[in-house]
């Protein structure tokens, strides 16, 4: 059992260009997520998804883009990469039970320059 | 919408003593959960402790317990026997049921010396 996989570790991007950060869980879980966390400050939300086909934008979502084809999967896209989306990125999923715990993948640094 | 307030950026304890982290939230629903989350140097988020606002019992996980005051909107940590594994970013989380997403605090340095 895996849990929740991101993909990359680390990346470096040129400002303007595009990535696609890639998560996959494999609990089967309804609710994903995306977080960023700067540099000494807490996770704030960028997107979360109920469920495959539907998505919904979170605390900060400018920038990114986000889409949820299978239960499996929850994409992160950035387009147009600005030095301001230097962060780390993590990947949660929750499911529809009673503790209500998120479970979070590795998170990818990501700079850009 | 919901606040988390963790006023103390870093706190320092001894191998073994007890410490205490300081967590405030600011929230008009009535129910709701509340986590506190590990952040060792390797990233990883880790769970430490829950607590569900319906509950007047405070949680408890081994040397891990909470102070969950709903009145005053607190939510203290406490460490017991600290070791020098503990030594992580301590991250107060409230948890609103819709999508149930997390709003996270700013963060304790939790530091253990010998």
């Known amino acids: 059992n895996a849990g929740v996989t991101q993909t990359p570790k680390f990346r470096i991007l040129k400002i303007g260009q595009s990535m696609t950060l890639q998560c996959t869980q494999d609990?089967?879980?309804?609710?994903m997520y995306w977080y960023r966390q700067d540099p000494g400050m807490g996770l704030k939300l960028i997107y979360y998804s109920v469920g495959a086909g539907i998505t919904d934008k979170g605390e900060v979502p400018n920038g990114y883009n986000v889409s949820r084809s299978t239960t499996e999967d929850f994409p992160l896209r950035l387009e147009l990469a600005a030095p301001s989306q230097t962060s780390v990125y993590f990947c949660?999923?929750?499911?529809?039970?009673?503790?209500?715990?998120?479970?979070f993948g590795p998170g990818t640094r990501l700079t850009v320059t | 919408a919901q606040t988390v307030t963790q006023s103390q950026p870093e706190m320092s304890v001894q191998e073994a003593e007890t410490v205490t982290l300081s967590c405030t939230y600011d929230t008009s629903e009535s129910d709701y959960y509340l986590f506190w989350y590990k952040q060792p140097p390797s990233r990883q988020m880790i769970l430490v402790i829950r607590?569900?606002?319906?509950?007047?019992q405070n949680a408890t996980e081994n040397r891990f317990s909470v102070n969950f005051q709903k009145a005053a909107k607190s939510f203290s940590l406490k460490i017991s026997d600290s070791q020098l594994g503990d030594a992580a970013m301590y991250f107060c989380?409230?948890?609103?049921?819709?999508?149930?997403?997390?709003?996270f605090g700013t963060g304790t340095r939790l530091q253990v010396t010998l």
């Open positions: 609990m089967n879980h309804n609710y």
């Open positions: 989380a409230y948890l609103t049921g819709t999508a149930s997403k997390l709003t």
């Open positions: 949660a999923s929750s499911g529809l039970a009673v503790s209500y715990e998120q479970y």
């Open positions: 607590q569900e606002a319906y509950k007047q």
